[in-house]
């Protein structure tokens, strides 16, 4: 039996992660939450917005996951922590088109994008999100909140740490470790 699934975000990033799991085999999709969406838009894709993120905690009961599909990384760990403070299990969604090793780990609440890969031992944490074409290599650490945009990529080894965004075609090179916090230019190559 399919799991219900809460969506917060019905923007590009949450139809993005909506339609994966739609795709996929796990989750029902229920409802979104969605703070910037106003009346008379109550459906996206012919599934209720149910109202502002305001409203998660009533949301208990009436779904068995949530994920928070909003690309900004610090909105997503405080709405993330809303989510764990009320008890509501997160969930991790895959699109069938993705790759991910079997001896990769997830975080809750992670995003893992059409045609993107997760290698052999990647390691990522809590509201991850690893976008279209997207690449973490073998054995590399992807710290909670992390996001790599489309086509962005870690060779092996590298270490982004916690809340920083890779952009669109960013790369970083073997064994390079990113600190907390920063924000990479597109196409930008970090080399050690």
Request: net charge neutral.
């Amino acid at each position: 039996m399919k799991k219900r699934l809460l969506i917060i975000g019905a923007g590009g990033h949450g139809r993005s992660v909506a339609e994966a799991a739609l795709l996929g085999q796990d989750y029902a999709l229920t409802a979104f939450l969605d703070d910037a969406t106003k009346p008379p838009k109550h459906h996206l894709w012919g599934c209720p917005v149910w109202g502002a993120t305001a409203m998660l905690a009533d949301c208990r009961g009436r779904i068995d996951e949530v994920i928070v599909a909003i690309g900004n990384n610090t909105l997503r760990e405080a709405l993330h922590q809303q989510a764990k403070a009320q008890g509501i299990p997160l969930a991790t969604v895959i699109h069938p088109a993705a790759m991910v090793s079997p001896t990769g780990t997830l975080g809750e609440g992670s995003a893992i994008m059409a045609g993107a890969i997760v290698g052999t031992g990647a390691q990522l944490g809590e509201g991850v999100i690893v976008n279209c074409g997207a690449v973490v290599d073998h054995d590399c650490v992807v710290e909670s909140f992390g996001h790599l945009g489309v086509n962005a990529g870690m060779a092996g080894g590298s270490v982004l740490g916690r809340s920083v965004w890779m952009p669109v075609g960013s790369a970083l090179a073997y064994g390079v470790k990113v600190l907390a916090g920063r924000v990479l230019r597109a196409g930008e190559v970090v080399e050690a």
